[in-house]
């Protein structure tokens, strides 16, 4: 039996080895081993493997740089302050405000008349559409690649704890070197359900997922990276995703769902506001 | 005291900086990336601390953290894929001619375990480094015990040439 392949017995062999088999089927091996010179022949071969592994990841632990590690922590305590004893202090709700309920509705009346809904999950992604991940759009590709595998049932079981998002967004927030508020990104009729934390390509990247009653899930994505210019939004088309993107000076955004072209600008341009306010 | 866990991980930190660098450097293969991934993961730790649960070991959740920022965060931007062991290596002999016997044997093992794929490499070092269960491997690693058992005879299978190379390695031989 060549290196590579595996034999039957090999697992097992393996744990008499680690002394991991209990009694009865250590008994049970050595049994069969007295009998069957192959297996103990696989025995010694696995056997052959039996190297100071510990000693040797340990030999390692002299060499840890120390103090940049604990310098690294110090940072780390210092950037996220120990929570207060009382979370309900503050009890701030995802306040919105019934004026711009009232204004979503009235953009939802809209986008009936002019968009078309397609529920998420029944667009095609045939391999040969699918953008490809070079240049400076290469991040809006991987997100919508990414946000492909989202649906409303993904988002639809999680609840709204405050808690947990004000935590994510004070994470992002440091991450991002960039205050993100609940102002800042709340929308009018889309249920904030998770704040995510990325990096690509060596800058972090945030992902806000709203789910909305009519078009499912929808994301509102900012890039700590920009192509250096400030460019307004533009709608584009991505793996069959509605998506409106625009930069500033350190900063790209995008925002992705399946709402029609009329109601993503719209969306994206209160977005942009308020992120610029 | 309902901010228990959050204490623990705080305080808990501290201990486990080393284990979480060598892991680091284990999945990375890589000094620098080894450092972000130990600062990524204390930060990511205390953010999330609230969900640890007292009296569970701090350090198996720790590595559970560093291994799936690795995985989904840093990884994708390490391109230089092909595991550099030179580094581990380095890290092992930077102390040259003065190092110790054992150290030399414990820098082949380290080079011979750095260049096994990353699925048998991580699972060496998480049950023969760090000593976990099978059972606790196989969670964190989200495979069957079985699974973890073959990788770890893989491994041996790939690594016994060590013991038959240098057959006097064991004992510290250097030239």
């Known amino acids: ?277 | 005291m309902p901010q228990s866990g959050d204490q623990d991980v705080r305080t808990g930190l501290a201990a486990h900086l080393v284990a979480l660098w060598r892991f680091g450097l284990v999945l990375s293969g890589s000094g620098q990336a080894a450092e972000e991934l130990v600062q990524a993961t204390c930060l990511r730790a205390l953010e999330r601390s609230h969900q640890f649960i007292p009296g569970t070991r701090l350090d198996r959740w720790l590595f559970a953290i560093e291994r799936s920022i690795w995985l989904n965060e840093i990884r994708a931007s390490k391109v230089r894929n092909p595991v550099e062991l030179d580094e581990a290596e380095a890290a092992l002999s930077f102390d040259g001619e003065r190092q110790f016997q054992t150290n030399i044997l414990a820098a082949q093992v380290l080079r011979h375990v750095q260049a096994l794929p990353a699925a048998l490499r991580e699972t060496v070092f998480l049950v023969y480094g760090e000593g976990l269960s099978y059972a606790e491997a196989a969670e964190m690693l989200a495979v069957p015990i079985g699974t973890v058992m073959s990788r770890l005879a893989s491994a041996r299978l790939r690594l016994a040439h060590l013991n038959r190379d240098t057959p006097e390695g064991a004992s510290g031989e250097t030239s």
């Open chain 1, 1 to 277: 039996m060549s290196v590579e392949e595996m034999g039957p017995d090999d697992a097992v062999l393996v744990a008499f080895l680690d002394d991991a088999l209990p009694p009865e089927e250590r008994a049970a091996l050595e049994g069969r081993l007295a009998r069957e010179p192959a297996l103990k022949a696989r025995l010694d071969a696995l056997a052959g493997g039996s190297l100071p592994f510990e000693q040797s990841y340990e030999a390692l632990t002299a060499h840890a740089p120390r103090q940049r590690l604990e310098a690294l922590l110090d940072e780390s305590l210092a950037a996220v302050p120990a929570p207060v004893a009382n979370d309900n202090a503050r009890g701030s709700r995802w306040r919105i405000p019934p004026a711009a309920v009232a204004a979503a509705l009235a953009l939802f009346v809209v986008g009936t008349g002019v968009g078309h809904y397609m529920p998420p999950g029944l667009w095609p992604l045939p391999s040969s559409q699918r953008s490809d991940h070079e240049g400076p759009d290469a991040w809006r590709s991987t997100v919508a690649d990414y946000w492909g595998l989202t649906t409303s049932q993904t988002l639809d079981w999680m609840p709204n704890d405050v808690s947990t998002a004000q935590r994510d967004l004070a994470a992002a927030t440091r991450r991002l070197g960039f205050p993100l508020t609940p102002e800042k990104i709340s929308l009018p009729a889309q249920e904030l359900k998770r704040v995510e934390l990325f990096h690509y390509d060596n800058a972090p990247l945030v992902e806000i997922a709203y789910l909305d009653e009519l078009t499912g899930p929808l994301a509102f994505c900012i890039y700590g990276n920009s192509p250096g210019a400030v460019t307004p939004p533009t709608l584009e088309q991505r793996n069959g995703f509605n998506v409106v993107y625009w930069s500033d000076a350190e900063r790209s955004y995008m925002l992705i769902g399946h709402g029609p072209d009329e109601i993503m600008q719209k969306l994206a341009a209160m977005l942009a506001k308020q992120i610029a306010a």
